[in-house]
């Protein structure tokens, strides 16, 4: 595997990119159906867990996620985890009262065990490397869900098979020249390729097996991002 970006690499990208990662509207343009990615998650989780009272949102950026989650069960108290404290910063202005910031790689979090309802992970765990660091957040999460409490994930995947692939790669490539043009794409695949380590979506649900989640579902997939999640 190529040197990709360190931690603090990320984490300076982020602090200089506030302002494309707050758009309730259109969520993280860079992203396939982010907009849909956020009303699917939520209303999912929502119904599956109409009485949540406490969720943790990683990776949570300038904070639509849980804006979004708000607009569903108003009164739940969020968890804003995030590397880039201008991020936290501008989530917490945006979702006020009951909202906690946590400056924090996820690898190195500490979580009460069944201390949560809900966990969203929205564009974050592509950053995960090893093997080994996948299902250590993948059982970091199960052990801090209450039963019923859902893991959300809406993320990059790669594919098994790289034919397949290729072909979603390109599809993707065509998403992103037709959005802003071929620079822009080529900006794009650019730092994914510095800083990204994206999973299948077979794999990733293969963690959420392997942690004890086993009610799993899928909702939506198009070329390389896929919305899915388990329930404790």
């Not at 990662?21 to 599956?48: K, P, Y």
Request: proline residues 3%; negative net charge; hydrophobic residues 45%.
């Amino acid at each position: 595997m190529k040197v990709k970006s360190t931690v603090t690499e990320i984490q300076e990208r982020f602090d200089n990119d506030v302002e494309r990662f707050s758009n309730l509207e259109t969520g993280q343009s860079a992203t396939v159906d982010a907009a849909l990615a956020m009303d699917l998650i939520t209303e999912a989780a929502a119904a599956v867990t109409p009485g949540a009272k406490a969720m943790l949102d990683i990776g949570c950026g300038a904070g639509n996620f849980s804006l979004k989650m708000r607009q569903r069960l108003p009164d739940i108290a969020v968890t804003l985890v995030d590397l880039s404290k201008p991020m936290l910063d501008r989530a917490a202005a945006r979702l006020g009262a009951n909202a906690t910031t946590v400056q924090r790689d996820i690898r190195d979090l500490e979580v009460n065990a069944s201390s949560l309802d809900i966990v969203l992970a929205a564009a974050v765990l592509h950053h995960l490397r090893s093997e080994s660091e996948w299902r250590g957040v993948f059982n970091k999460i199960y052990k801090a869900l209450r039963p019923g409490g859902g893991f959300w994930i809406f993320d990059m995947v790669d594919h098994e098979l790289a034919p397949v692939q290729q072909v979603m790669w390109r599809r993707y490539g065509e998403y992103l020249s037709a959005f802003k043009g071929d620079e822009y794409r080529d900006h794009v695949f650019a730092y994914i390729e510095k800083e990204d380590t994206p999973r299948s979506l077979t794999f990733q649900m293969d963690m959420l097996k392997q942690a004890g989640f086993t009610k799993i579902d899928v909702l939506h997939k198009n070329s390389c991002f896929a919305v899915f999640g388990g329930i404790k």
